[in-house]
């Protein structure tokens, strides 16, 4: 080979690999994902490995859990277009969710008991997409979230950071970039505590207004303090729930939209309930006591 040929020939290689490695990047770049909570929720995020005795199929699934988590919203982890909305019934994920976010990244919701977007949706980033659940195979209600590239499981990455593998982890979402904003609270107190619960009374601190339902399907009465101020910044605030006779509940931390859902049996008891934000709070007498 002359001169001029093999150099020609290096020149080609060289703007092959190079599209190679821009092709790489491109395939690589992930979109800014998040947990798929509302802002400033904690949640205790689990692995499951190969030499578990109940392994994750896929092994880089996890599963979110807290208290009483059966009806709390699930939002989207990134912006991008519903691509699937499935119900399998008794098996497998049960209701499910899928959400392509370009650049062959997608991400998928399991579980659900109930699901609020249709396939094409365009969603944002903390947009309401459905509700915890315990559908499909599930043994127990909870959240079973995937993040998938070009069809392949992928280790979980949220906020920037890859998830504990092989183990348990509380996180804190900082998915505040979305679902609402602004002025207006996008969630309501029927929303956060569930189907079949009605409001029955209320109260108003500086920074929220605070929600006593009740279900009258199974006796439960259920606390929510919704944000009416710093809607999506996660900032002070709480809600408490007493049964009469019973031990006191509090859910306080830095939340985006809300504090709660507390949720207790309450049937004929009275029950004492409030909230705060900062040094704004109420606390009311027992009450609503049949």
Known sequence: MNVKRMLSAVAGLAISLGALVVTGQAAE??????????????????????????????????????????????????AGKVSRVENRGN?????????????????????????????????????????????????????????????????????????????????KSNNCGGGGGGSTNPYTPEEVCGDGYKVIDGANVTGARISLLYNASNGYNCVVAIKTTKIGTASDVGAFLQVKGGTKTTDRDEYGYYAGPIRKKAADTCVSWGGQVGSSSYSSPFEHCG
């Not at 947990?35 to 880089?60: A, I, K, L």
């Not at 509700?131 to 979230?145: D, P, Q, R, Y």
């Open 91 to 171: 098996e497998s994920y049960g209701r499910w969710i899928e959400i392509n976010h370009g650049g062959g990244w997608a991400t998928r919701y399991a579980h659900l008991s109930s699901q609020n977007v249709s396939v094409g949706q365009q969603v944002s980033i903390g947009q309401k997409i459905g509700k915890v659940g315990n559908t499909g195979g599930s043994t127990g209600a909870h959240l079973h979230f995937e993040q998938l590239q070009n069809g392949d499981p992928k280790r979980v990455v949220m906020n920037g950071q890859t998830a504990l593998y092989y183990g348990t982890k509380n996180y």
């Open 29 to 78: 770049a992930a979109p800014g994902f998040q947990m798929p909570f509302p802002c400033g929720q904690v949640w205790s995020g689990q692995t499951r490995g190969p030499g578990d005795d109940h392994p994750h199929n896929p092994y880089e699934a996890i599963d979110f859990n807290r208290a009483d988590d059966e009806g709390d919203w699930v939002v989207a982890s990134a």
